[in-house]
């Protein structure tokens, strides 16, 4: 396992909503990254924005592990999910809010 892979394993289990994406959550750099970070804060839970958008390295490790190729990568109480267009049909079926309150219940 690289050190990339063992930042990235313990960045996923510090946070219990963590969004890797392409900028800040204060300066997100693309539209897919802002709607992600939208689409959490309506929900009211801490969430975290680690920007890949200049670390190449680091993008491809997480294409790897996740086998997903595209921004933003979004990871709940250490599971992937994918990105908005997962979570937006996750919503519709009322799937979002059980799942962050359970991760945020432990």
Same mark, same amino acid.
């Given at each position: 396992?690289?050190?990339?892979?063992?930042?990235?394993?313990?960045?996923?289990?510090?946070?219990?909503?963590?969004?890797?994406? %392409?900028?800040?959550?204060?300066?997100?750099?693309? #539209?897919? &990254?802002?709607?992600?970070?939208?689409?959490? !804060? /309506?929900?009211?839970?801490?969430?975290?924005?680690?920007?890949?958008?200049?670390?190449?390295?680091?993008?491809?490790?997480?294409?790897?592990?996740?086998?997903?190729?595209?921004?933003? %990568?979004?990871?709940?109480?250490?599971?992937?999910? #994918?990105? &908005?267009?997962?979570?937006?049909?996750?919503? !519709? /079926?009322?799937?979002?809010?059980?799942?962050?309150?359970?991760?945020?219940?432990?």
């Amino acid at each position: 396992m690289s050190a990339i892979e063992d930042q990235i394993k313990n960045e996923i289990a510090q946070n219990k909503v963590l969004i890797y994406g %392409k900028g800040t959550k204060a300066a997100p750099q693309c #539209g897919f &990254t802002v709607e992600t970070i939208q689409f959490f !804060a /309506k929900y009211g839970y801490p969430f975290e924005v680690i920007n890949v958008l200049n670390d190449m390295d680091k993008r491809e490790t997480l294409n790897r592990m996740t086998n997903w190729p595209t921004l933003p %990568k979004v990871f709940i109480d250490g599971k992937f999910y #994918g990105d &908005t267009d997962i979570l937006d049909e996750m919503e !519709a /079926k009322g799937e979002v809010e059980p799942l962050l309150k359970a991760a945020f219940s432990e």
